[in-house]
């Protein structure tokens, strides 16, 4: 599938061709700081297959963390796209930067329930994780 989507106010814009290895939500802590609070839906695409079309975005990583995350972002109105995992050949796309948020039909699965809110809500019969599944 090719998917495009872009920031709030326009300025990135990107495509992300290939299938999706994962999608699901993340109810981890870290997530919360970027969702506003509730778990995070994402999909998981090739990282070949991911390019920004129009602009470029600012990039952040923890320095306190040994293997952190790159988190990429609008430099102007700040919304965040995707984050790339040092050990994955993938990018994590935030579905809600999708032009049409539909096409991600849903998770399959819930991870880092570990850090879960009591108002986080996870479907019913939907497979849960702690952390990661095994792999
Ligand atoms: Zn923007
Ligand atoms: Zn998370």
Redesign the pocket.
């Known amino acids: 599938m090719k998917l495009e989507g872009g920031c709030y106010c326009g300025k990135l814009r990107y495509e992300a061709e290939g299938e999706p290895r994962l999608k699901a939500q993340?109810?981890?802590r870290?997530?919360q700081y970027i969702t506003g609070g509730a778990p995070?839906l994402f999909m998981l695409m090739p990282q070949d297959g991911f390019r920004y079309t129009r602009g470029a975005p600012k990039a952040f990583a923890r320095g306190d963390l040994a293997a952190p995350v790159t988190r990429e972002f609008c430099p102007d109105c700040g919304t965040h796209l995707v984050t790339r995992p040092p050990a994955l050949k993938s990018v994590v796309l935030k579905v809600g930067t999708l032009d049409d948020p539909t096409l991600f039909g849903g998770p399959q699965m819930a991870i880092?329930t570990v850090d879960k809110q009591p108002f986080h809500e996870i479907p019913q019969g939907m497979a849960s994780f702690e952390r990661l599944p095994g792999r």
């Open positions: 993340c109810h981890c870290e997530c995070n880092y």
